[in-house]
């Protein structure tokens, strides 16, 4: 008896010592992971787009072959992928042109945005009673608006020239797909490790297609409805801040906030009335809310099964590392890590504490 009591001592030992080197392990992993996110950053990147392009395109050719005619599916994979590549070229060339003609835009009108904020500051000066107010240029110093642009059309360009290495990876990444499913079946012996591999890599790609898809529609309809009503107002370059506040919704919480406040602190500038920037920041504010509280919730459902203090930390991690690239795509990995650590008994305590209600199991749709 006294035999068998010390040998369940020693097993308890044992499990206590290894959850211990497992959470050492995890630790250490986690470490290098970010540490080759930081050194492999120009490598990573375009191989990151690259992963988000090839889902966003599965995204589109799922929606395009559920397309039926009186019960028939009339549109079938490969033609679906065609489309979608198509698609995508499509909006690539419309977002690219009108990035650089409006930032050229901006560029040519700064003098006169410039020349409103000195006459704002004047009146500033004739209603408080003040003696002078510096100008703006003095204000700014060093700062010069026209430079800083300017280096956004390079930070661009820049961007645009990595794009020929996505595309070669969203190439190879296709070609991949093809080939996939049998690697699996090949590295896996037992049939029931086999069949939860293919399950889970089938539910990576059903959640994070359909987290894409509706993210890019709903965000799609942010940015009309926001371009009508500035075009409404008269605000200058409607169409490049409705583009950004499209780009900006795929970032939770903070990219609402900067969707309103570009485009709202523009109208300080332009207007010599204050009535446009308030009724620009109520109006867009209240299509941010209406959509990201009610729209958004009933048509995501529980897809996004994330705690928000993760998604906080993720922008924060992944913004630090990546900047703007890092923030969007960091929902992505997120939402992929906990379905990774959701289908393993042993990192399952990590994907509850990654959850939102703390319940991981897939709800269907």
């Known amino acids: 008896m006294a035999q068998s009591e010390d040998a369940s001592d020693v097993t308890q030992a044992d499990n206590g010592s290894r959850k ?54 009339i549109i079938s994979e490969g033609v679906g992928l065609v489309i979608a590549i198509l698609f995508l070229l499509i909006a690539f060339v419309f977002l690219a042109s009108m990035i650089k003609s409006n930032v050229e835009a901006v560029s040519a009108a700064v003098p006169q945005y410039v020349e409103n904020i000195n006459a704002k500051l004047d009146e500033i ?59 699996i079946r090949a590295i896996f012996t037992k049939d029931d490790d086999k069949r939860r591999a293919l399950e889970m890599m089938d539910r990576i790609g059903r959640d994070i297609q359909y987290y894409i898809g509706l993210k890019t529609l709903v965000s799609a309809l ?86 928000p203090l993760v998604i906080l930390l993720s922008l924060a991690i992944f913004g630090q590392i990546w900047g703007i690239v890092g923030m969007v795509l960091s929902m992505p990995f997120m939402v992929i890590a906990l379905i990774v650590c959701a289908g393993f008994e042993s990192t399952r305590p990590i994907a509850i504490l990654l959850s939102s209600r703390g319940r991981i199991d897939p709800t269907p749709r």
């Open 20 to 73: 211990v080197l497992y959470a050492f392990c995890a630790c250490g992993l986690f470490a290098l992971f970010v540490y080759l996110l930081v050194i492999a950053e120009a490598i990573l990147i375009p191989l990151a787009i690259a992963v988000f392009v090839v889902l966003l395109l599965d995204a589109i050719k799922a929606y395009a072959c559920r397309l039926r005619f009186r019960g028939r599916k």
């Open 125 to 183: 000066l004739a209603l408080t009673g003040m003696s002078e107010l510096p100008s703006f240029e003095e204000m700014t110093g060093d700062f010069n608006l026209g430079r800083t642009l300017r280096s956004a059309v390079s930070t661009l360009a820049s961007a645009t020239g990595n794009t020929m290495t996505v595309l070669f990876y969203v190439i190879f990444i296709l070609l991949e797909q093809v080939t996939f499913r049998g690697k």
């Open 222 to 307: 942010t940015g009309f409805l926001s371009y009508i009503v500035m075009a409404v107002i008269g605000v200058d370059f409607a169409a490049f801040w409705a583009i950004l506040i499209f780009i900006l919704n795929f970032i939770p919480y903070i990219g609402s906030l900067a969707g309103v406040a570009f485009p709202a602190a523009l109208t300080l500038v332009q207007f010599t009335s204050i009535m446009p920037f308030i009724v620009t920041t109520v109006v867009l504010a209240s299509i941010q809310l209406a959509i990201g509280n009610i729209l958004e919730p009933r048509l995501m459902g529980r897809s996004l099964n994330l705690s």
